[in-house]
Nanobody, 124 residues
Framework: QVHLVESGGGLVQPGGSLRLSCVAS????????IGWFRQAPGKEREGVSC?????????YYTDSVKGRFTISRGNAKNIVYLQLNSLNLEDTAVYYC????????????????WGQGTQVTVSS
């Protein structure tokens, strides 16, 4: 069973940066498309970014984070990062990662169960 753990969240001022990590235990992420999602208080979970399988250079970003967030794979085959730059108040949310059905112009359906996520709070 795929088990993903998110980390790296925290409290940051507007304009600040964070790097989120998505680590798989007992499973390599190389063969899966991976998506990052977030859920703000009182709002539905939304797809933020995704990256295709390791041999694919495909990435996708929702409009609100384009130019500010960067998704990438780590040197280890069980980790995917999401670099968050120029954070603003609207980025405050719990961030989750998941294997997704596809990453091709959009984020495909998330597969498996959701983890605990990592809280990102942007506040002055």
């Amino acid at each position: 069973q795929v088990h993903l753990v998110e980390s790296g969240g925290g409290l940051v001022q507007p304009g600040g940066s964070l790097r989120l990590s998505c680590v798989a235990s007992g499973f390599t992420l190389d063969y899966s498309a991976i998506g990052w999602f977030r859920q703000a208080p009182g709002k539905e979970r939304e797809g933020v970014s995704c990256i295709g399988r390791s041999r694919s250079s495909t990435t996708y970003y929702t409009d609100s984070v384009k130019g500010r967030f960067t998704i990438s794979r780590g040197n280890a085959k069980n980790i995917v990062y999401l670099q968050l730059n120029s954070l603003n108040l609207e980025d405050t949310a719990v961030y989750y990662c998941a294997t997704v059905l596809l990453c091709a112009g959009r984020i495909g359906q998330a597969l498996g169960s959701w983890g605990q996520g990592t809280q990102v709070t942007v506040s002055s």
